[in-house]
């Protein structure tokens, strides 16, 4: 027996069927642009933390994603193949590699965070603010 009158009354259903909805979009956003999903968090992560910081070392990028640290590895030897970022050994542990951003890399990064943050837009309001807070409390109780 449940408690909702029907699946529509079920935060969870609703929110499954609204991720299923905004990664729809997200690839049909990020498609002309030549990027995944993935790839695309990846490449705006190195962008945040190399606007905010210095460049993210790859495990720092992976942590900043949430992505797991050998598909990190994966995506990221794809992105340097297309020539969007270059890693290097870091000097300060040889065992760790820095992410850094081409040119070319940065500039297909700010377009696409200013498409996806469009769909974001669409999708939630100009203003979410609560919607935000609720999926951060909901976070933090993890």
Do not use: N, Y
């Not at 994966?74 to 590699?97: H, N, P, S």
């Amino acid at each position: 027996m449940t408690r909702f009158a029907g699946p529509g009354d079920s935060p969870g259903f609703l929110l499954w069927h609204v991720t299923l909805a905004w990664q729809r979009r997200i690839r049909q956003t990020l498609e002309p642009l030549g990027l995944t999903h993935v790839q695309f968090v990846l490449l705006a992560c190195c962008w945040w933390l190399e606007t905010h910081g210095t460049p993210p070392r790859q495990q720092e990028l992976a942590a900043q994603a949430g992505t797991d640290i050998k598909m990190t590895s994966q995506v990221i030897a794809r992105l340097e193949a297309a020539g969007l970022v270059t890693r290097t050994v870091d000097a300060g542990d040889t065992r760790a590699k820095l992410v850094r951003l081409t040119e070319k890399g940065r500039d297909l990064a700010g377009r696409a965070v200013t498409a996806v943050e469009r769909v974001d837009t669409e999708m939630f309001g100009a203003e979410a603010g609560p919607l935000l807070r609720t999926l951060r409390s909901v976070l933090d109780a993890e």
